[in-house]
């Protein structure tokens, strides 16, 4: 069936690097990704958004490539501080709701 | 601005018991909708409600129901809990229909004995 997912469980990144995150997607009639940030203790916060006819966006610190030909989305997060410690999840549209990826837990060590 | 609000924070039942969760959204967010976040499975789609007509049902089972008040406020109802039910339930609301629009509550963890 069709699925979104994510290539790592688990990233650490030294405070100040930039961070990586990746994500697959299966269904090729998707048009539209989101990327969420959660912390502890909260619901997902949108951080940033593309649609198909994109293949980069970029935000405050933060740049989504969407890659239709493999279809792979990725965040790059740049100057990776304390405070990106989350867990980072790809979405996309179904047509009526988000699918969402298993996540990446992005842990900023000192 | 009150952001989206989730009651209760922490529930504890057993098996076969129901549960009722609440969801009361931004001031002038008319669209709630409702997910189950697991560890194995992640975050799923149940259901989403606007204006007190429910507009489009994930995958589970009849067990999991809702509605929505004429203040759009939203309930959540899983009746026969099963271990599998233990999880955390997210409401997200939104006035349109753009997810960047969209703003998730902090979630009701439910823990099923």
């Known amino acids: 069936g069709e699925s979104v997912g994510l290539h790592l469980p688990t990233l650490s990144v030294q405070e100040g690097d930039n961070s990586i995150i990746n994500c697959a997607y299966s269904?090729?009639?998707?048009?539209?990704f989101i990327w969420y940030k959660q912390e502890s203790g909260k619901g997902p916060q949108f951080i940033i958004d593309?649609?198909?006819?994109?293949d980069k966006r970029q935000g405050q610190r933060v740049t989504v490539l969407l890659n239709k030909t493999v279809k792979h989305l990725s965040l790059q997060i740049a100057a990776t501080q304390p405070g990106d410690s989350a867990v980072y999840f790809c979405a996309e549209d179904s047509g009526y709701a988000l699918n969402f990826g298993k996540g990446t837990s992005l842990l900023v060590t000192p | 601005k009150a952001g989206v609000t989730q009651t209760p924070r922490y529930l504890i039942k057993t098996r076969g018991q129901q549960v009722t969760l609440s969801c009361s959204p931004i001031?002038?967010?008319?669209?709630v909708s409702w997910y189950q976040q697991t560890p194995g499975q992640g975050l799923q789609f149940l259901f989403e409600y606007f204006s007190e007509t429910q507009r489009n049902k994930g995958n589970f089972p009849g067990r999991f129901s809702g509605r929505q008040f004429s203040n759009s406020r939203s309930e959540m109802n899983v009746s026969t809990l099963e271990l599998g039910d233990s999880a955390l339930y997210l409401c997200?609301?939104?006035?349109?229909?753009?997810?960047?629009?969209?703003?998730f509550g902090p979630g009701t963890r439910l823990t099923v004995l």
């Open positions: 269904n090729s009639a998707s048009d539209y």
């Open positions: 001031s002038g967010h008319r669209s």
């Open positions: 997200a609301t939104s006035a349109g229909f753009s997810y960047n629009e969209q703003f």
């Open positions: 593309i649609r198909s006819n994109m």
